[in-house]
């Protein structure tokens, strides 16, 4: 992977370390794309659990608002629509403030030496990550949240993170900050609102898009697969965005928004040091979102489609154009919630078309143009609002290229396998007796991949001939995560 997928490649739920990692496993050219996204973010980003300060200003338990952290039931999905507003408990002596906590040990099937000199966060004398085990000591990362109502109909999701295993850095997280009202129109009703918020996504109230999708809670250990569609691969503080949305009838939502890159100087004031400079948005990038929501009985049905674009300079390099990126993605989520049990199925797909005439004009891709898919299936159940098991199946497919995945066999970015995730969630129905709105998720997760970067075997032939498989990057995950 060259130029093209590093200025897309970082994950929100990637740590700076993987550029580490990829130099000894990709080759020099995915070492560009690991490096880049390193320069993005040096902290590993996951989404955000459900937020005691909501549920102190609601009088909820969390198990009102979610299944199972951080997912959204239908009244948690409207309370994010309503702008995070909603009242109904007494915090008139406590902010709108809450703490996170992620501690993680995680084991890959075959240990990863990188090369001589290279430093990692837990350093090993031969300069990698021979073991399979690793700790993330307390804290993989910790996070300060404002969550709920700032005056009137105005209300926010501000995060800012420190992450303590690569980089050690201290950033300002997903934010989303709305306003939002209700009005009658012709007997109909209609919810509108606006929104500022600094990631694609972030903003949308199901859990089938990128920022909000499972899995849920990564290891900054683990290797990901290096493709991945623009609109997955944004992180906070690279762009800022506005918009405005409808919720009509109870059913129907639709959003529009746009993007726009920030300078290195905002990077750097919002932490992100040393901020992301291989890329440009050139202009505005559009983004559209919509969906349909019907809810009857236990039972709810969502429908939707949402998109991108973007005209993108890659490297900041003028004069050669610009690259066109173009996303569209399709999703479903059925929901059925009774007294002591969810069942939660998800559905997720985006196509996206890439022009990439700057990219092919400086010889940083063979071909003029690629196409990337992914698909995302899900299936969880939840006992008692306590106990969670889900099933992920995911596939990364699209256009082969030489030069773009030249370090691997197929030159492909094909990557396929499953993930699952057992979680015990003792406090979403109340927190103990001294801190009610204490909440925690402790779980166990197994990533196993069928395909990695394009094939089952021999996925590294520039590193090691024949001696590394897809299913040597497997990895086991226990958590605990904790908010209060």
Not at 389 to 410: C, E, K, L, M, Q
Request: aromatic content about 16%.
């Amino acid at each position: 992977m060259t130029e093209l997928f590093s200025y897309f490649k970082a994950r929100r739920s990637k740590a700076s370390g993987h550029a580490l990692l990829a130099r000894a496993f990709f080759g020099r050219a995915a070492s560009v794309a690991f490096a880049l996204s390193a320069a993005l973010y040096g902290a590993a980003i996951d989404p955000a659990s459900a937020l005691p300060s909501f549920a102190r200003q609601t009088g909820q338990t969390c198990s009102a608002c979610h299944t199972a952290f951080p997912q959204l039931t239908p009244f948690g999905r409207r309370f994010k629509l309503g702008g995070y507003t909603l009242e109904g408990g007494d915090t008139r002596n406590l902010p709108a403030v809450s703490f996170m906590i992620q501690s993680t040990f995680t084991h890959y099937n075959m240990g990863l030496n990188g090369p001589p000199g290279t430093t990692y966060a837990v350093p090993d004398p031969d300069g990698g990550f021979p073991n399979s085990n690793n700790f993330t000591d307390l804290a993989q990362q910790s996070s300060v949240f404002y969550g709920g109502k700032v005056w009137g109909n105005l209300g926010a999701f501000v995060q800012a993170t420190y992450s303590n295993d690569y980089g050690r850095a201290f950033a300002l997280d997903n934010t989303d900050i709305r306003y939002a009202d209700t009005v009658k129109m012709n007997g109909v009703e209609v919810l509108y609102g606006l929104t500022v918020n600094n990631n694609p996504t972030v903003q949308d109230p199901w859990n089938t898009t990128p920022v909000w999708g499972n899995p849920f809670i990564q290891s900054s250990f683990a290797l990901s697969p290096v493709a991945a569609t623009m609109i997955e691969s944004w992180t906070p503080s690279q762009v800022l965005g506005a918009g405005g949305y409808v919720f009509v009838n109870d059913m129907f939502y639709a959003e529009i928004s746009g993007y726009g890159s920030l300078s290195s100087r905002i990077q750097n004031s919002l932490g992100v040091s040393p901020p992301q400079l291989g890329f440009t948005i050139d202009g505005v990038a559009p983004y559209y979102r919509v969906a349909m929501e019907r809810n009857w009985g236990d039972h709810s049905l969502m429908v939707g489609a949402y998109g991108m674009s973007a005209s993108i300079i890659p490297n900041n390099i003028w004069g050669f154009g610009v690259d066109h990126f173009y996303d569209t993605g399709i999703d479903a989520q059925y929901q059925w919630i009774s007294d002591q049990n969810a069942v939660t199925l998800r559905g997720n797909f985006i196509y996206e078309n890439q022009g990439l005439n700057s990219t092919y004009a400086q010889g940083n891709s063979a071909n003029p143009n690629n196409y990337l898919k992914t698909l995302k299936l899900s299936a969880e159940y939840v006992y008692d609002h306590t106990y969670a098991v889900t099933g992920t199946y995911f596939n990364i497919s699209g256009s082969p290229d030489a030069i773009i995945f030249g370090s691997n066999v197929n030159t492909s970015p094909n990557s396929a396998g499953f993930i699952f995730d057992i979680a015990y969630l003792p406090f979403s129905k109340g927190g103990p007796q001294i801190w009610p709105w204490f909440n925690t998720r402790l779980g166990m997760s197994y990533t196993m991949f069928t395909k990695f970067d394009g094939g089952a075997s021999n996925i590294d032939p520039m590193g090691c001939w024949n001696c590394r498989n897809a299913s040597d990057n497997n990895t086991f995950l226990v958590y605990a995560w904790t908010a209060f």
